[in-house]
C-alpha cells in the first residue's frame, strides 16, 4: 500500500532563517506531487506541483520553492522565512495516470516563525 | 471565479442526529467531485469520491453524498453523527486547468461539531 510521509511534525523557526521541509512517497512510481499550505481559519492553497523528477511548478510568487529531486522526494525551502510563512504546511500525491484522481495527503508540517 | 461553495462555515449537531454538510460547485464540464475530513493538526483523509458513476456515493464511516446535476451540489450527509466525526470537511473538485493536470478547488471547510 501506499504511504506519504512529511517531516518534522512541527517546527518553530525564527525570521529571517532558512527551511526546508521533506515529503516522501512509498509503494508507487511516478506520483504527482503537491506542497500545500493552510493557514489559521483558511482552506488549503496549492504552493507547488511536480509531474516527475526536477519538473516544478509554482502557483504563486513567494519566497519559497520547491525540489524534486527523486522521485518519489519532494522538498520546500526557503532561505529566509517571513511571518507571514507560518502555516500547516501538507504534501500530497496522486497517481499521474489520470487527471481526476484523488490526492491522498500526508500528516502535514506545523510551522511557526516568530 | 469561485469553483466550490461550502454554505456553511460551522454545523452544530447533537450526537446520534442527522448530518448535513453542503457544497455547491461551479464548472463548465462533468467534474470529479470529493469530500475530504481533517482532525485537528493532521491531514486531510479522503471520504468518498464522485466521478460520473452512480450519483449517490458512499464513503468510509457512514458518510454519503449524493451528486445533483441540476442542482450543482454535492451535499455531504450522515444518518447519525458520531462524536468522533466531530472535524472540519472540505468538499473538492478538480477541473482541468487546460493542461494535462488536473487542479484541486478546495472549499473554505465546515467546521463540525458534535454535541454529547
Known amino acids: 500500500s501506499q504511504t506519504i510521509h512529511q517531516w518534522p511534525a512541527t517546527l518553530v523557526q525564527p525570521v529571517g532563517s532558512p527551511l526546508s521541509l521533506e515529503c516522501t512517497v512509498e509503494?508507487?512510481?511516478?506520483?504527482?506531487l503537491y506542497w500545500y499550505r493552510q493557514a489559521a481559519g483558511r482552506g488549503l492553497q496549492l504552493l507547488f506541483y511536480?509531474?516527475?523528477?526536477?519538473?516544478i511548478s509554482s502557483e504563486v510568487p513567494q519566497n519559497l520553492s520547491a525540489s524534486r529531486p527523486q522521485d518519489r522526494q519532494f522538498i520546500l525551502s526557503s532561505k529566509k522565512l517571513l511571518l507571514s510563512d507560518s502555516g500547516f504546511y501538507l504534501c500530497?500525491?496522486?497517481?499521474?495516470?489520470?487527471?481526476?484522481?484523488?490526492?491522498?495527503f500526508g500528516p502535514g508540517t506545523r510551522l511557526t516563525v516568530l | 471565479a469561485q469553483s466550490v461553495t461550502q454554505l456553511d462555515s460551522h454545523v452544530s449537531v447533537s450526537e446520534g442526529t442527522p448530518v448535513l454538510l453542503r457544497c455547491n460547485y461551479s464548472?463548465?464540464?462533468?467534474?470529479?467531485l470529493f469530500w475530504y475530513v481533517q482532525h485537528p493538526n493532521k491531514g486531510l483523509q479522503l471520504l468518498l469520491k464522485?466521478?460520473?458513476?452512480?450519483?449517490l456515493v458512499k464513503g468510509i464511516n457512514g458518510f454519503e453524498a449524493e451528486f445533483k446535476k441540476s442542482e450543482t451540489s454535492f451535499h455531504l450527509t450522515k444518518p447519525s453523527a458520531h462524536m468522533s466525526d466531530a472535524a472540519e470537511y472540505f468538499c473538492v473538485v478538480i477541473l482541468l486547468r487546460g493542461s494535462t493536470l488536473g487542479r484541486l478547488y478546495f472549499g473554505r471547510g465546515t467546521q463540525l461539531t458534535v454535541w454529547p
Open positions: 464548472s463548465s464540464y462533468s467534474p470529479s
Open positions: 509503494g508507487t512510481s511516478n506520483p504527482n
Open positions: 511536480s509531474v516527475g523528477i526536477g519538473q
Open positions: 464522485y466521478t460520473s458513476a452512480a450519483t
Open positions: 500530497a500525491w496522486a497517481s499521474g495516470t489520470s487527471v481526476y484522481n484523488e490526492q491522498f
